[in-house]
């Protein structure tokens, strides 16, 4: 279970630590007018001002405002269940390349998590697959990344 | 006005030529798709699309991505009406009366209704392209960097005072655009700013991965929230009566003509259109004559919001055109491609590139009818796809995303920026921060900054160029009027209720 004031607070730290980071880099750069005009650093100083000023107000609001909830339990669970094997299938890119970890992710979320016949996961893991590498690498020209195991398979 | 009829049929001649018919075919029907399939929206279709038309030309490429953005805005529509699931956010507002008009066995009525009221806001908006793109484009010829910076200005404040999101939230998220459109090398100067240490940043960070992230990942999370139960009403289309729907739908004339009014100003000021359907819904519930009836398969709660949204997104590419500010999230991506395809957009496309803007004008007109025509025959097909369950639908997309992230610079930092961007998004999605004006910003950041730093150079450094002429002056005191616009509405409201009591 979530409340809309945790995720109002999250959100307006992200954010904020955003605009702290942006007004330090921008500060290094040099802000303000020179001989040479305006400097490079002026616009994102004023825009992390802005994103840092606009978060403070945010999370102040979040703690005036009534609480309301903003994902149930079994909401949550299934914002899980979606978010985190597609983190695993970004994190597997640069090793076991895209198109094993589109076939492994398949797998995994049609026939692990939804008990779907390996034989239809299976088939749709590699219509999938064959699509995208006739559509990219035949039709199109474009690499996609085969990864480590690629590699060291020679592709 | 007989020079742009000319050119109107100039730019025909352009259009209506084989290949190009066929590339408004194929973008509307992935248009369609991509409007009907939940998570995959206008914003994040033409953006994946975007680096396949790198080899196009710039004609084929934007009547293929507008075509696409026509399909998109019709296939919305479809699922509202058929299966209660908005399948755009611009199309929530058609669920409210569309649903119930096609659960009480009236779905062909309701898909008319919807279809002809958004082909008569489609062309309501290329009508209005038409007569003033170019006569806007000739006026803006005369601006300075001091007027253009007064111009972006007001498209900024207009989203803080009439986006009706809190403004603390829209001034975070545009900054937050201006901040990563500043990323990377400095146009003006070469130097290199925010890359946070990080070498490859210095290229920059896309405003198509932005997207796909925050509207693609962000609305996949959004949707299996509520597992979708699909429950979907007959979807057989009966001819006759959709002719006789769209015969009769002159007879709201008054409603048709007031949605198309508030969906082309919506456009044009960046409102975009699911602000545009959403006010139509509201204004239409108050004045109709019928509304009682609202909320439980009224005609013209079909009809507002429809009218207002197609009006919108067409209208939406005046001021793109124009004066290079677009007045969408999905007319933001297209000029991001523009920019890419090495057009410059703004007035001197009028001249130097008149092909291009005439033949896509004209397209408008033909995309919109090719639209229509598609959406009545594919009905039944794009029904079914809706049958397929959603956890199949939902990593198929996900990996469609990546690839598109992953395709737009051959980079997988784009792909864990995406990701990023996918939970930034969800976030947003959640606690109603609006995400188009970090598009907005993130694609003209930069050209607002570089018409600031010209102004400075031109004063020497004083800010007293932005009040230096009756125009510029204008502007600027109707940004600043629009920025303090939640204030005077709340402490409107306040009296208003005091006085009520007292």
């Not at chain 2, 730019?11 to 248009?31: E, N, Q, R």
């Not at chain 2, 299966?83 to 058609?94: D, K, Q």
Request: proline residues 5%; neutral net charge.
């Amino acid at each position: 279970m979530v409340t809309r004031r945790q995720f109002e607070i999250l959100t307006g730290l992200i954010t904020g630590a955003f605009g702290i980071a942006v007004i330090v880099s921008s500060i290094q750069v040099g802000s303000g007018w020179s001989s040479a005009g305006v400097e490079s650093g002026t616009f994102p100083l004023l825009a992390g001002v802005l994103i840092l000023g606009g978060s403070i107000v945010n999370l102040a609001r979040a703690f005036v405002d009534p609480p309301a909830l903003a994902l149930r339990a079994d909401e949550l669970r299934r914002v899980a269940l979606l978010f985190l094997p597609a983190l695993a299938f970004v994190a597997a890119i640069p090793f076991a390349g895209l198109y094993v970890a589109s076939v492994f992710y398949l797998l995994w979320a049609l026939s692990v998590q939804r008990r779907m016949p390996y034989w239809r996961s299976g088939l749709i893991a590699l219509v999938t697959v064959l699509t995208l590498y006739w559509l990219f690498e035949q039709a199109f020209e474009v690499e996609l990344p085969h990864g480590w195991l690629g590699a060291a398979l020679g592709f | 006005m007989e020079n742009n009829v000319s050119e109107l049929m100039q730019g025909f001649a352009i259009a209506l030529t084989l290949p190009h018919l066929g590339l408004m075919v194929v973008g509307v029907l992935i248009g369609i798709l991509v409007g009907v399939l939940p998570g995959l929206g206008a914003p994040n279709g033409v953006s994946l699309l975007l680096p396949l038309t790198f080899g196009m030309q710039p004609v084929s490429a934007i009547i293929l991505l507008s075509s696409m953005y026509w399909g998109a805005l019709f296939g919305g529509s479809v699922t509202s009406i058929l299966f209660n699931i908005p399948g755009e956010p611009s199309s929530v507002a058609t669920t409210f009366d569309g649903y119930p008009m096609a659960r009480d066995g009236r779905a062909t009525t309701a898909l008319a209704t919807a279809f002809g009221s958004a082909a008569f806001g489609a062309l309501s908006g290329v009508v209005l392209i038409t007569l003033l793109a170019s006569w806007v484009a000739s006026v803006a010829l005369q601006f300075g960097p001091a007027e253009y910076f007064a111009v972006y200005f007001l498209a900024f404040s207009s989203f803080i005072g009439m986006g009706g999101a809190r403004p603390s939230k829209t001034v975070v998220s545009l900054a937050i655009g201006f901040a990563l459109a500043a990323v990377g090398i400095d146009t003006v100067s070469g130097n290199v700013r925010l890359t946070m240490g990080v070498d490859e940043l210095v290229k920059g960070v896309s405003f198509v991965v932005a997207v796909m992230g925050l509207f693609g990942i962000g609305e996949l999370m959004i949707a299996v929230e509520d597992e979708m139960k699909v429950k979907g009403v007959n979807s057989k289309v009966e001819w006759r009566e959709v002719v006789r729907t769209i015969v009769h739908l002159p007879r709201h004339g008054w409603a048709l003509l007031r949605s198309a009014a508030i969906g082309c100003w919506m456009g044009i000021t960046p409102g975009g259109p699911t602000a545009a359907s959403f006010m139509s819904y509201a204004i239409a519930r108050r004045v109709s004559p019928r509304r009682d009836n609202f909320g439980r398969g009224e005609q013209e709660g079909i009809i507002a919001p429809e009218t207002a949204d197609h009006a919108a997104g067409t209208s939406a590419l005046l001021p793109m055109l124009s004066l290079g500010i677009p007045g969408s999230a999905t007319a933001a991506v297209m000029m991001g491609g523009l920019m890419i395809w090495g057009l410059n957009p703004g007035p001197m496309l009028f001249i130097e590139q008149k092909d291009f803007v005439w033949g896509l004008i004209a397209s408008m007109y033909l995309g919109n009818v090719v639209s229509l025509v598609l959406v009545l025959l594919t009905v039944p097909i794009f029904a079914a796809m809706m049958r397929v369950p959603f956890f199949i639908i939902a990593p198929l997309i996900f990996i469609v995303i990546t690839v598109g992230a992953y395709s737009v610079s051959n980079s997988y930092l784009d792909v864990l920026l995406m990701m990023g961007f996918g939970v930034l998004g969800f976030l947003f999605k959640k606690l109603d921060y609006p995400v188009a004006p970090l598009v907005l910003a993130m694609v003209i950041g930069d050209k607002a900054e570089d018409a600031f730093r010209q102004s400075m150079l031109l004063s020497n450094g004083s800010l007293g160029i932005f009040f230096s002429n009756g125009l510029v002056s204008t502007v600027m005191a109707l940004g600043f009027a629009f920025l303090l616009l939640p204030l005077i509405a709340r402490l409107w409201s306040r009296r208003r209720t005091a006085l009520g009591r007292a």
